[in-house]
């Protein structure tokens, strides 16, 4: 154990491996409803994120917002979707899923 010890923690997704990642945190959310009910939604905490994140984006690299909405997009496109998975066809959350072995 150092206390002095630090971490980064990154990802390098692709704008479809973030889609695929958010569609699978939107099943676990449907999936596990309680977890809403005890903390509330995630969109409240989402909607803060990305006003920070365009904001800084804004900032120092002006030219990086277009692709900064469009991951937003597909963030929040694939948690919606993923909320309403039990609606969709299995073969369909095989192609919409990060983890694909989870629907097998």
Not at 36 to 47: D, F, M, T, V, Y
Not at 68 to 75: D, F, P, Q, S, V
């Given at each position: 154990?150092?206390?002095?010890?630090?971490?980064?923690?990154?990802?390098?997704y692709?704008?479809?491996?973030?889609f695929?990642?958010?569609?699978?945190?939107?099943?676990?959310?449907?999936?596990?409803?309680w977890?809403?009910?005890?903390?509330?939604?995630a969109?409240g905490?989402g909607?803060?994120?990305?006003?920070?994140?365009?904001?800084?984006?804004?900032k120092?690299?002006?030219?990086?917002?277009?692709?900064?909405?469009?991951?937003?997009?597909?963030?929040?496109?694939?948690?919606?979707?993923?909320?309403?998975?039990?609606?969709l066809?299995?073969?369909?959350k095989h192609?919409?899923?990060?983890?694909?072995?989870?629907?097998?």
């Amino acid at each position: 154990y150092s206390a002095e010890a630090c971490v980064s923690h990154s990802h390098a997704y692709s704008v479809l491996q973030e889609f695929r990642r958010y569609f699978d945190m939107g099943v676990f959310h449907a999936r596990e409803s309680w977890i809403r009910q005890s903390l509330g939604s995630a969109e409240g905490e989402g909607l803060k994120f990305v006003r920070s994140e365009l904001g800084h984006l804004a900032k120092h690299a002006p030219w990086l917002v277009p692709e900064g909405l469009l991951r937003t997009a597909c963030r929040f496109a694939g948690y919606k979707l993923g909320l309403f998975e039990q609606h969709l066809p299995v073969q369909l959350k095989h192609l919409l899923a990060m983890n694909r072995n989870y629907f097998t």
